[in-house]
């Protein structure tokens, strides 16, 4: 999932997409269009959940969008296993450890995924519309390698 204006969250997410095994059943979507109810539904073994830092504030929307996500696996008494978060910025990737931290720790308290990855993706984009730094491009490759031994995929 990603929070997109611009479409660079967008393109890492189809970049993590594609470093996924193909045999696998894969799903892209907007958290402002993709209802969370149709992810609760899929019940995924894993959620890669993005967002975006903007105004200096973290990933507002894909908080909210995984509170309603939490609710609706609690309805269906359901969990999805494994959970890992990205964010994009144009800020450098030091001064958004705390976002990192902060996005981090506020998905863990979502008791419906029972298991996050420790680090979350970071990807810097040009100045405020992007694109990704040439720079980024080999970290979704490394993310998924590490995701899929720890979710054991
Ligand atoms: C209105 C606005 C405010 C932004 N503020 C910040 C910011 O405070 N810090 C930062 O690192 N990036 C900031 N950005 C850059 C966004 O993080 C970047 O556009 C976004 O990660 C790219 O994702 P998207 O193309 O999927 O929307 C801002 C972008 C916009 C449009």
Known sequence: MHDTQHGNGKILAEMLAKELPSNYDVSVGDVKTTPAIKVAQETPHLLILGGAIRKFQGPKRTNKWLKTLSHELTITNTTIPYGAGTLTHMMPPDATNG??????????????????????????VRGIKGPILESEFEKPKQFIKDIVAWAQL
């Open 99 to 124: 976002y990192r931290k902060r996005f981090l720790k506020n998905v863990a308290k979502s008791p419906t995924i029972t298991s996050w990855y420790g680090e979350c993706l970071s990807t810097q």
